[in-house]
């Protein structure tokens, strides 16, 4: 379920941009798009600060949201019912991503820089201001010192050492542009339950892999997308916990990297954010699947797929402890069908099924339960406690070789 421009994201070959209607009415009130410090629109996707406002030919964003839900879901009903869709992911951000744009390539990001925060628009100010003032702030702003798109967060007062983002009000802040991501998938996902409830299907949000800075004290890329995880705080988990309520899968980005393939002054860790990540869904039992980042066609990339897709490995006397309960391969090109790469591919598919032989059988889908009642804030954040992760293998048993 798409509710985000196409193109302009790494990978993306064509571009499908938002709708004209709703460009036309961005045209008249820009703020309706996510903004950065300095002025600059995003158009890739609504900015969550319109969530509940009804500016859409009297329709709230969310509403739209609904409606093109409930829409497919009389359209594709034949299709539904004959259990050829048995997943549905619901977009929740850019690129489909439960996130802020944060480091967008058309307005001059480069990996690795630590992106932006994008709650500068007229409506998230007004939120903001009013969280604030309840706190007892009212002086209180969004942060004028987080540096630009391309920074390291050491050139910033707000991610260097003692930065603000230690301070009360940096606190302050991080959680509350946290916590809008958070109301802002769990309403989504409340429509989508509504809209497929008794459909043989289940419902998926994905979370972006933001590797780098990483094992930077900040973790600054990962606040300004909204992920406000630190050594003392997950940021992930709580995410887990709010689509437990909703039966949903938890997929999730960067299976394919390994952390000495990337450069050291970008402090990247996708080996241990996979495993925190994963870790965390399957502490809040709920399934997790996943899908590589970059196009990969070589054993190591395929092997450290495998090993997260079972990070201890096949279990002989029944399913394994540890599984994640999908992944999707990106992507399907010229290059993957050449020869050799399309061999290794198949050898990959083979070993993710553990040698076993294919089977027709398509394991049943349970039909979708109403949401269970809505947790807390206090309550899903009481998950931001860190715990620790699954023990992972070095290696995987199922090597493609």
């Known amino acids: 379920m798409s509710f985000h421009q196409c193109g302009g994201n790494v990978g993306?070959?064509?571009?499908?941009?938002?709708?004209?209607?709703?460009?036309?009415?961005?045209?008249?009130?820009?703020?309706?798009?996510?903004?950065?410090?300095?002025?600059?629109?995003?158009?890739e996707y609504l900015s969550l600060g319109v969530d509940n406002l009804p500016f859409f030919g009297g329709r709230t964003a969310?509403?739209?949201?609904?409606?093109?839900?409930?829409?497919f879901r009389e359209n594709m009903s034949d299709i539904l019912e004959a259990g050829t869709i048995v997943d549905i992911e619901v977009g929740l951000g850019p690129a489909g991503e439960l996130r802020y744009p944060s480091y967008p390539e058309t307005q001059g990001w480069k990996f690795p820089g630590i992106?932006?925060?994008?709650?500068?628009?007229?409506?998230?100010?007004?939120?903001?201001?009013?969280?604030?003032?309840?706190?007892?702030?009212?002086?209180?702003?969004?942060?004028?010192?987080?540096?630009?798109?391309?920074d390291t967060p050491e050139k910033t007062g707000f991610f260097g050492s003692n930065g603000t983002y230690q301070t009360e009000k940096g606190k302050f802040f991080l959680t509350w542009y946290s916590n809008k991501l958070l109301d802002h998938g769990d309403q989504i996902l409340e429509e989508a339950n509504k809209a497929f409830l008794g459909c043989k299907?289940?419902?998926?949000?994905?979370?972006?892999?933001?590797?780098?800075?990483?094992?930077d004290e900040s973790h600054a890329c990962e606040l300004t997308s909204g992920y406000y995880n630190l050594t003392?705080?997950?940021?992930?988990?709580?995410?887990?916990?709010?689509?437990?309520?909703?039966y949903g899968t938890l997929n999730f980005t960067c299976l394919e990297m390994r952390d000495t393939e990337q450069p050291a002054e970008a402090k990247s860790g996708p080996q241990e954010l996979v495993q925190q990540v994963l870790s965390d869904g399957w502490i809040e039992?709920?399934?997790?699947?996943?899908?590589?980042?970059?196009?990969?066609?070589?054993?190591?990339?395929?092997?450290q797929i495998l090993l997260n897709a079972r990070p201890n490995g096949v279990n002989k006397n029944g399913p394994p402890k540890l599984k994640m309960a999908g992944v999707t391969y990106l992507r399907l090109s010229d290059e993957l069908l050449e020869e050799k790469n399309f061999s290794i591919f198949k050898t990959f598919v083979k070993k993710m099924h553990a040698d076993q032989d294919y089977s027709p059988k398509v394991t049943d889908v349970a039909?979708?339960?109403?949401?269970?009642?809505k947790i807390p804030i206090d309550e899903l954040l009481e998950a931001t406690k860190p715990i620790k992760p699954f023990p992972w293998d070095e290696e995987t048993d199922m090597s493609v070789g």
């Open 62 to 71: 969310v509403e739209m949201y609904s409606d093109y839900m409930k829409s």
């Open 367 to 373: 039909p979708l339960k109403q949401s269970k009642p």
């Open 232 to 246: 003392g705080r997950d940021g992930y988990r709580p995410i887990a916990r709010m689509l437990s309520r909703h």
């Open 201 to 215: 299907v289940k419902l998926a949000a994905k979370v972006s892999g933001i590797h780098w800075w990483y094992k």
């Open 12 to 43: 993306d070959a064509v571009n499908i941009p938002v709708p004209d209607w709703v460009l036309a009415v961005g045209e008249e009130d820009p703020d309706i798009f996510y903004t950065n410090r300095s002025g600059t629109r995003d158009n």
């Open 285 to 303: 039992n709920i399934d997790v699947a996943g899908e590589n980042a970059l196009s990969r066609y070589d054993p190591a990339g395929y092997n």
């Open 115 to 150: 992106g932006e925060f994008q709650c500068y628009d007229k409506y998230l100010r007004q939120h903001f201001k009013d969280a604030a003032t309840k706190a007892g702030h009212p002086e209180w702003d969004i942060p004028d010192d987080a540096g630009t798109y391309n």
